[in-house]
């Protein structure tokens, strides 16, 4: 079977739904838009909607060139998904990432959690991430982000390894400064990891059938083609299943919903170098794909 990749690309500035295959993008043909008409309708149908996907890509071969073909080259790639219901972040769940910050690598309980308004916080492949004028330490996270297929409330864990459409890439921008601890009761995430365009998210969705062992999958991320983050899923404390689980205990998941993971060493803070005006962002995980954007100050 032809593995493959779902895409959002601007076609006349508009987005349509796409399949990455060979070395560029197929936009969905009529019989396919018809009924999805955005990769979130795809994802909210997913039970049904990947077979008809699969079928379409072994009907394509090798073929390429069509009229609704576009080069990987001359491809613009907006969100996968404009915008999920939910972007929900789990922090605290690399042990690597916790020794470099000095905390014990351990099972949090209850396991932290927090969600971010997509709207406003999310941006698409080679967009432009704006740095607050209020923080001097704005860091990045690198983080495997998991694409919902089906409505999931008090799942057990084979239910949410069963409910995963696929992966894409999610920067977690974190304005370390901006992050405060204070009396019992505050802590302020929103300043810190919530404001407009912290999210990044791309350039695709990976099948979760093409993804191979998520529990050993590697994440490099350079900055100015500097290498800041070598990492692997293999240092995860949760596994995404268990991740899935909890969340549905406290909040229903629903198809196209983006859950992120948690990120591994390497972090700015770590390697005492921030981001300026101008760096470029170059985040990759193997088998999904790799996410490049811009900073500029506000």
Request: contains cysteine; charged residues 20%.
């Amino acid at each position: 079977m032809q593995k493959f990749q779902l895409a959002s690309v601007l076609v006349g500035g508009a987005p349509r739904p796409a399949i990455g295959v060979l070395s560029g993008f197929q936009v969905f043909p009529p019989e396919l838009s018809r009924d999805y008409p955005s990769l979130k309708a795809v994802f909210e149908d997913w039970s049904h909607s990947f077979g008809r996907l699969e079928s379409y890509v072994e009907e394509l071969g090798g073929s390429s060139g069509g009229p609704d073909w576009i080069p990987a080259d001359d491809a613009i790639l907006d969100l996968p998904v404009r915008f999920p219901n939910k972007l929900i972040a789990m922090g605290a769940n690399f042990a690597d990432h916790l020794a470099e910050m000095g905390l014990p690598t351990i099972k949090h309980d209850p396991m932290p959690i927090f969600l971010m308004p997509p709207t406003t916080c999310m941006v698409g492949p080679g967009e432009t991430v704006i740095k607050p004028r209020t923080t001097k330490e704005f860091d990045w996270e690198l983080e495997l982000a998991v694409v919902i297929g089906k409505r999931l409330k008090d799942a057990s864990l084979v239910e949410a390894a069963n409910a995963i459409a696929g992966y894409t890439i999610v920067l977690d921008m974190s304005a370390r400064d901006l992050i405060q601890i204070g009396p019992p009761f505050y802590i302020d995430l929103v300043r810190g990891k919530a404001q407009d365009t912290m999210a990044p998210c791309g350039p695709a969705v990976t099948p979760a059938k093409f993804i191979g062992d998520v529990k050993n999958l590697s994440m490099t991320l350079f900055v100015n083609d500097r290498q800041m983050v070598n990492g692997s899923t293999a240092d995860m404390i949760f596994q995404i299943d268990e991740i899935i689980s909890h969340i549905s205990q406290y909040i229903t998941l629903e198809p196209g919903d983006i859950v992120l993971t948690g990120a591994p060493a390497g972090s700015g803070k770590f390697h005492k170098c921030f981001l300026k005006d101008g760096d470029c962002i170059r985040a990759q995980i193997e088998n999904v794909g790799e996410l490049r954007v811009k900073v500029r100050e506000s």
